[in-house]
């Protein structure tokens, strides 16, 4: 199925998860705090999950401190929606 002139096959997905490796909330290519934004403005209520498969040797393989990051920007984010 196309969409957007875009087509891709699971082995690009497959390749792709296995060269991605996993960063915290703010640190990556998505603007989280329009994407909450857009959350909050469609009532979205459910949960938001930090996961740490793959965790960037930035990061030096500490996962835990990696998701107390990513908690702490995700309040941060929280507490700047409109």
Known sequence: MERAGAVAELSDWQQLRAA???I??????VDNQKL?????????????AVETDHLHP???YDERAAVRQS???????SANLN
């Open 20 to 22: 991605a490796k996993a």
């Open 24 to 29: 915290k909330v703010g640190d990556g290519l």
């Open 36 to 48: 909450a934004q857009l959350l909050k403005d469609a009532n979205y209520s459910g949960f938001l």
């Open 58 to 60: 930035d990061y030096h």
């Open 71 to 77: 908690i702490a920007k995700l309040r941060e984010i």
